[in-house]
């Protein structure tokens, strides 16, 4: 149902949904929000609307915006990637796999990407990332060479490294067996 832009929005259902899946109690979103645990109260339970500046303090508490405190849409639904689905690039040269698992968190500049490298294969040198990009990668099995800028760096199997923009990275398996891992490049932040 449309509400008529002089109707107040009614934050509370979403106040309460966050601060739940965040594992918030509401003594906790008090302490980081400056806003009283009773008003808090009276907002979830859409007893009172905030002002724009409580709103505010809500939202950045629950590290979100207030756009996303104001939307009335439901809940989204489960978003199911099957296996057979995914946007694979398979390198017949080098044998590299690279699997994009959520198309919905790229939508939102967040790439989630599993990798397969036969054994002794690499990626090659790939170029730099724009600036304000975050790399983060985490070794399920075997064992990775990362280089970044020339520099390497061996994970093993549970081992994750974080990393910014560089000159250039390659993902490299040294080994005798396949190594996978998972990357999770940020790119809310790029220039």
Known sequence: ?????????DIGPN???????AGMTLEQLADASGVSTAMLS???????NP???LAYQIARALRCSLTDLLDDSDAQPVLVVRAAKRRTLNDRETGVVRHGLSPELLRRGIDLVLYELPRRSTTGELGANRAGILEHVVVLDGTLTLVLGGEATVLETGDGATYGPQTTTEYRNDKARPCRFLLVAD???AL
């Open 1 to 9: 149902m449309a509400r008529s832009p002089a109707e107040p929005a």
């Open 15 to 21: 106040v309460r949904r966050r601060r739940l899946a």
């Open 42 to 48: 009276e907002v979830e339970r859409s007893v009172k």
């Open 51 to 53: 002002t724009v500046k």
């Open 187 to 189: 790119a809310t932040r």
